[in-house]
């Protein structure tokens, strides 16, 4: 009597014939769900504080670009539109996209031609640089004393203001 091992069964792993459409079909899938996710949960929310920490402002750029001052997290003003007409280019600041932010700090001392009370002055403030689709921005500055705000543009030529929003409440 022989001895009979039992039968091995092999695996084998069966691959559509179009394997390599279907791995790339699933990447190309899951891409395109980051991008469209990123692009939903666009950054709408911005801040810049005062060296101190004292001053915060907080920027919102949806639906429409408005601002609010803070003083130790305490609300300041209400949220406050901004916005800029310029003729020929619509209004800055309605329906914005942000392209990209850049912070910046500032310490230094700037001596003046002319002499006031001081041969120096301290030149001390935290810069939130906003950049908008349409080749304008915003730049915010917190000083330790206050807060200041600008658009500018890349527009080519010379540009008309036709008005400016601004309320503080």
């Known amino acids: 009597p022989g001895h009979t091992s039992p039968k091995t069964k092999e695996l084998r792993y069966i691959y559509p014939k179009n394997y390599s459409l279907v791995m790339f079909l699933r990447l190309l899938t899951f891409l395109l769900c980051l991008f469209v996710a990123n692009r939903f949960s666009a950054q709408s929310s911005y801040s810049v504080s005062s060296p101190d920490g004292a001053l915060r402002v907080a920027i919102e750029t949806k639906p429409d ?69 349409g080749d304008w921005g915003l730049v915010f500055r917190a000083y330790n004393e206050g807060v200041a705000y600008r658009f500018f543009t890349k527009f080519s030529g010379k540009i008309t203001v036709l008005d400016e929003t601004y309320s503080f409440h």
Request: proline share 4%; hydrophobic share 40%.
């Open 65 to 133: 670009l408005r601002w609010q001052l803070f003083l130790h997290d305490q609300a300041l003003t209400n949220p406050a539109m901004v916005s800029m007409n310029i003729a020929g280019n619509g209004m800055l600041g309605s329906r914005s996209e942000v392209l990209r932010s850049e912070k910046n700090t500032v310490n230094r001392t700037l001596q003046p031609a002319v002499k006031q009370k001081s041969a120096d002055i301290p030149e001390n403030y935290n810069e939130l640089t906003l950049h908008f689709k």
